[in-house]
């Protein structure tokens, strides 16, 4: 079994300040074999580090995607996809690139959750069931619960916007370490979400020493 962070965001992104760089010597500090680098409408900072080679980590494409109803990863698409498209328009486009459309945080209102927009029935291929931005569990428990009922695979990610919080959720898989087996393993369920999520505790302290200490 590897450990995949499929949810990690860079300074391509607008609101991360951590270098392709940081997030690829972090992961392998941390003991991730596989990581995504899923910005935020862009592949810029997917395409730069599997460029890199700094190390043993395996590095998928990737990209979130703004749909006119909330988030979607379009986990292994190498290409743009643009913003503002349907859900079901873009999950078709993830899917031409042959891509896995994930659902990231499902079901949280304030964070663009697809599913607490929308009940259309969408040919997504995961959601994540442990994010670890979470501030309170109820929905990822929401999430685990769709995954349990519909078995639909069922993710962990850091969704980490900061290098510190890296691999604080993963997901165990199982598969060769090479894109394509990555694919596969997670359309195939080979996938157990893991980790306890970043401390709020931490992670305010963090921004304030960042935000405010650091200014002064």
């Known amino acids: 079994m590897y450990k995949l962070d499929p949810h990690i965001h860079s300074i391509y992104s607008g609101d991360s300040n951590t270098s392709i760089e940081d997030i690829i010597r972090t992961a392998e500090k941390k003991g991730l074999d596989i990581i995504a680098i899923s910005d935020h409408n862009t592949v810029e900072g997917s395409k730069i580090a599997r460029t890199l080679g700094l190390n043993d980590v395996l590095i998928v494409p990737s990209i979130e995607i703004s749909s006119s109803e909330g988030h979607i990863l379009g986990f292994g698409c190498e290409e743009l996809i643009e913003k503002g498209l349907t859900p079901a328009e873009t999950i078709d486009r993830i899917h031409e690139q042959g ?117 002064k």
């Open 99 to 215: 891509g896995l459309a994930i659902v990231p945080h499902p079901f949280c209102f304030y964070r663009h959750g697809l599913l607490d927009k929308t009940d259309e029935r969408l040919e997504y291929d995961g959601i994540e069931t442990k994010n670890a931005r979470f501030i309170l569990g109820y929905c990822n428990s929401k999430a685990k619960k769709l995954s349990m009922k519909n078995s639909i695979p069922a993710l962990g990610s850091s969704d980490a916007h900061y290098k510190e919080f890296i691999g604080d959720c993963y997901t165990k898989i199982d598969c060769e370490k090479d894109i394509d087996s990555v694919l596969k393993a997670i359309k195939k369920n080979k996938v157990a979400p893991a980790g306890k999520g970043t401390s709020n505790i931490q992670l305010a302290k963090y921004l304030f020493d960042k935000n405010v200490l650091k200014k």
